[in-house]
């Protein structure tokens, strides 16, 4: 069964260090999102590509945090440098590009990050 | 603004009882969607229900079954005969269209769901 793909499953990190996420959707879809979910919360979106293009980074801390898509395949967050409130569980999803209709996300296992 | 609401944070029942899960979300489209996700302790979120604005039909999968009701502007969830397996946060969201012609997902904040053996 197609899955989204994310490495690593955890990272501890110092402050002021630089930390690096990679995802890799499920094949054939076009649009990738990267969400952040603090603990006891609901997940919230950092950006959003459809293919290689971002269409959505309006929440995405850009001092600090990048993000990119450059074959509109596989992507990276990257966070630098790290803070102590970036401790988080980030989340990848990818879905099918339908026109209008709107399929579902579907997320991979995440990355648990803290910031020591 | 879009907004979805989960106002249990947590409920407990114990094995084979039912539960709902109440989800009420504000919009001003038309045309929206509406998903139910499950996080169990590994992380991942299970999609596990899309239904459209437009199709107000209410669904049952198994033990599951979704009541969506526009006029009060919610999609509850019921698990029928709970078991422990079910324990897990559960999440409700709402997808629009936004400006670029994509669709942006708004979670809620989740209902942890803890079901007794």
């Known amino acids: 069964e197609a899955e989204v793909a994310q490495s690593p499953r955890y990272k501890i990190t110092e402050k002021s260090q630089a930390v690096a996420f990679w995802c890799d959707p499920i094949s054939g879809h076009a649009t990738l999102y990267w969400y952040r979910q603090i603990l006891g919360q609901g997940p919230e979106l950092l950006v959003q590509?459809?293919?290689?293009?971002?269409?959505?980074d309006s929440q995405l801390p850009k001092d600090r945090f990048s993000a990119e898509r450059l074959k509109g395949v596989d992507s990276t967050l990257k966070i630098q440098p790290a803070e102590l409130g970036d401790s988080a569980m980030y989340l990848c999803a990818s879905s099918l590009r339908t026109g209008r209709l709107n399929t579902e996300a579907f997320f991979g296992q995440g990355t648990r990050l803290t910031v020591v | 603004a879009q907004k979805v609401t989960q106002a249990q944070t947590e409920i407990s029942v114990v094995e084979k009882e039912d539960v709902t899960l109440d989800c009420v979300y504000e919009t001003r489209d038309t045309t929206y969607y509406l998903f139910w996700y499950k996080q169990p302790p590994s992380g991942e979120l299970v999609f596990l229900i899309r239904r459209n604005s437009f199709d107000e039909q209410n669904e049952i999968s198994g033990r599951y079954s979704w009541n969506f009701q526009k006029s009060t502007s919610s999609f509850n969830f019921t698990i029928t005969a709970s078991q422990v397996v079910d324990s897990a946060v559960y999440f409700c969201?709402?997808?629009?269209?936004?400006?670029?012609?994509?669709?942006?997902?708004?979670f809620g904040t989740g209902t942890r769901l803890k079901v007794l053996a």
């Open positions: 590509f459809q293919d290689e293009s971002v269409v959505d």
């Open positions: 969201a709402l997808s629009e269209v936004t400006t670029s012609g994509t669709y942006k997902y708004i």
